[in-house]
């Protein structure tokens, strides 16, 4: 049996590029996975495919699910991945969205399904997003940072190339088979604070989705995800102050952040923010205002 199983073939896409959100690895604070299932939400997205877990995943370390279904039988649910496509019209591209867990084995023949794919319905450019453990403090803003592995995308997106050598996950794997098959890879990583590892970090993933709108050129709607982050940021500053030794600990990540680093945040300017405004108006049909 085939791994990769359509529904559907989507055809039409415009200019597609494919976000790719994993669970595991490159997942601190699920912040990359829920992004990418935020983004598939808030555009509506439209399931077409899905890549069987037989022969990529290891059931014992990533287990099957029971649940009941609608008439009270139960069934299991495997760790499957999911393809999404998100038609933006009023955009200049439309999106396709992966989501799943890091496979266990067979790593290069799973990436090279996820490669055939991406080239049999016109993508231009794979976008992985990722999160990793820092010291860092909750209290800063998000930093996220960008790669690519294609010299004109880091030329044209102001991306950095990346030097990191040392341990990799089913991400770097992927942008290696990108690289190899000429399709243009864009990673995006958001710094998420090690001592609150543990719970799902919003703030976060509205990050990544910021950063990612920017990248892609798609305006997406996360209203939703700013008042989870701002009720996450209230939370753990409750938690916080409630133990002076880690409020101890808090406080010295801020120092040694120092005032540079405050002082030389990029701020949007007002013409970043209303061009902004009127491609999220026209995307949602609106005329936006003279």
Same mark, same amino acid.
């Given at each position: 049996m085939q791994p990769l199983r359509w529904t559907y073939r989507p055809d039409g896409l415009r200019a597609p590029a494919l976000i790719c959100g994993f669970q595991g690895w490159n997942d601190a604070g699920d912040a990359a996975s829920a992004a990418a299932t935020f983004v598939g939400d808030a555009l509506g997205a439209r399931e077409f495919a899905t890549i069987d877990p037989e022969d990529f995943y290891d059931f014992q370390a990533?287990? #099957? @699910? &029971?649940?009941?279904?609608? /008439?009270?039988?139960? %069934? &299991?649910?495997?760790? !499957?991945?999911?393809?999404?496509?998100?038609?933006?019209?009023?955009? #200049? @591209?439309?999106?396709? %969205?992966? =989501?799943?867990? !890091? #496979? /266990?084995? @067979?790593w290069r023949t799973f990436t090279q399904l996820i490669v055939e794919l991406a080239e049999a319905i016109g993508v231009q450019m794979v976008v992985t997003l990722g999160a990793l453990l820092a010291d860092v403090p909750h209290t800063r803003p998000v930093s996220v940072t960008g790669f690519a592995t294609d010299p004109a995308l880091v030329a044209?997106?102001?991306? =950095?190339? =990346? /030097?990191? !050598?040392? #341990?990799t996950g089913i991400v770097g794997v992927l942008h290696d088979a990108c690289r190899t098959a000429g399709l243009p890879s864009a990673s995006l990583w958001a710094a998420v604070p090690h001592y609150i590892a543990a719970s799902p970090n919003p703030k976060a993933s509205l990050a990544l989705i910021r950063k990612l709108e920017g990248l892609v050129g798609v305006v997406i709607d996360a209203s939703e995800l700013e008042a989870a982050a701002a009720e996450y940021e209230r939370q753990v500053n409750l938690a916080v102050s409630h133990d002076p030794d880690i409020q101890a600990f808090v406080e010295k990540l801020e120092a040694a952040l120092g005032e540079e680093e405050l002082e030389t945040f990029d701020l949007p300017s007002g013409d970043s923010i209303e061009r902004d405004l009127q491609r999220f108006l026209r995307q949602r049909g609106q005329e936006p205002p003279s």
């Open positions: 990533t287990r #099957p @699910r &029971i649940k009941l279904d609608d /008439s009270q039988a139960r %069934v &299991i649910e495997w760790p !499957e991945v999911h393809l999404y496509e998100a038609r933006i019209p009023r955009a #200049p @591209r439309d999106l396709i %969205v992966l =989501s799943g867990h !890091e #496979p /266990s084995f @067979r044209r997106l102001g991306l =950095s190339q =990346s /030097s990191y !050598e040392g #341990p």
